[in-house]
């Protein structure tokens, strides 16, 4: 672990002596924020966070020692950040275990540089469910970038948007923080299927709005997930055999499809 004290660039409500805890009717909710050379989008992210109408909020911001500016916008917003730490790390889930670390939150949620909240109740609606007998609340995604839809999530499907999970932080003692290595791209999907089996719900109105551009279709992206499906049983080997021989001809099919739904419009 790693210790936070000898860190020299941080900052935050947090150093200067405020200290946020849960309280009664009203949990303490760690947002955190990974960012590297961000200073495009963070400026929303921040905005996002600082204006939701949710008022016991922790908010953390992980840098993984960006050199683009992204520090004076950090710097700028301060008084909205109870934490905030910049050094070089070995990628996003490194950061986010980071934040993990950090979080004194009871529930946590992942709104990373150029993620937004839905809107400013979206955190107060959500939290609103934490009373129940739940450990994971999540909704569907609104999607922006390349084109603007609603992505329809569903836990038993394992089709999780990560902005918009709100949930438990002790499921980390349990199942672990997300797993840190050259090359893994899916760390948030072997967490989600190691917590399936635990209390879900999905909330009715739509939690985070994400850039689709951010979005990972690496080849090498598809092929993890089919080997986590294969580990937790969630496709047969046929199936996977198939989805990797058409694997090759997705994007020219999904060409085809995108430019047949448009003409029939």
Not at 68 to 74: A, E, Q, R, S, Y
Not at 134 to 139: A, H, P
Not at 153 to 157: E, G, I, L, S, Y
Not at 194 to 201: P, Q
């Given at each position: 672990m790693i210790?936070?004290?000898r860190v020299?660039?941080?900052g935050?409500?947090r150093p200067?002596g405020?200290?946020r805890?849960s309280?009664?009717n009203?949990?303490l909710?760690s947002?955190?924020t990974a960012?590297?050379?961000g200073?495009?989008?963070l400026?929303?992210?921040?905005q996002?966070?600082?204006?939701?109408t949710?008022?016991?909020v922790?908010?953390l911001?992980?840098?993984g020692?960006?050199q683009?500016?992204?520090?004076?916008?950090?710097q700028k917003?301060?008084e909205?950040?109870?934490?905030?730490?910049?050094?070089p790390?070995?990628?996003i889930?490194d950061?986010m275990?980071?934040?993990?670390d950090l979080?004194?939150?009871e529930?946590l949620?992942?709104?990373n540089?150029?993620?937004?909240?839905?809107?400013e109740?979206?955190?107060e609606?959500?939290?609103?469910y934490?009373a129940?007998n739940?450990?994971?609340?999540?909704?569907n995604?609104?999607?922006?970038?390349?084109r603007?839809?609603?992505f329809i999530?569903?836990?038993?499907?394992m089709?999780?948007?990560h902005q918009s999970?709100?949930?438990?932080?002790?499921?980390?003692?349990?199942a672990?923080?997300?797993?840190?290595?050259?090359?893994?791209?899916?760390s948030d999907?072997?967490?989600f299927?190691?917590?399936?089996?635990?209390?879900?719900?999905k909330?009715?109105h739509?939690i985070?709005?994400?850039?689709?551009?951010g979005?990972?279709?690496r080849?090498?992206?598809?092929?993890?997930?089919?080997?986590?499906?294969?580990i937790?049983?969630?496709r047969?080997?046929?199936q996977?055999?198939?989805l990797?021989?058409?694997?090759?001809?997705y994007?020219?099919?999904?060409?085809?499809?995108?430019?047949f739904?448009?003409?029939g419009?």
């Open positions: 210790d936070y004290a020299k660039s941080k935050g409500a200067r405020v200290l805890e309280l009664p009203k949990p909710v947002v955190i960012v590297l050379n200073k495009s989008c400026d929303q992210t921040v996002s966070v600082a204006h939701q949710y008022d016991n922790e908010y911001v992980i840098d020692g960006s683009d500016g992204t520090l004076d916008i950090i917003y301060e909205f950040v109870d934490f905030w730490v910049s050094e790390d070995r990628g889930y950061a275990n980071k934040g993990i979080a004194s939150g529930w949620i992942f709104m540089a150029g993620d937004v909240f839905f809107d109740q979206a955190l609606k959500t939290i609103g934490a129940e739940v450990d994971l609340l999540y909704s995604t609104w999607f922006h970038g390349t603007s839809r609603l999530c569903d836990h038993v499907r089709r999780i948007i999970l709100l949930y438990r932080k002790q499921l980390h003692e349990e672990g923080k997300y797993l840190v290595g050259a090359g893994v791209t899916i999907y072997i967490f299927n190691l917590v399936a089996h635990k209390r879900w719900k909330v009715d739509v985070a709005k994400c850039d689709d551009r979005m990972s279709s080849s090498w992206t598809l092929y993890q997930k089919l080997a986590v499906d294969l937790f049983q969630l047969g080997r046929l996977v055999s198939a990797l021989a058409l694997y090759p001809f994007k020219t099919l999904k060409r085809l499809w995108l430019s739904t448009r003409f419009r």
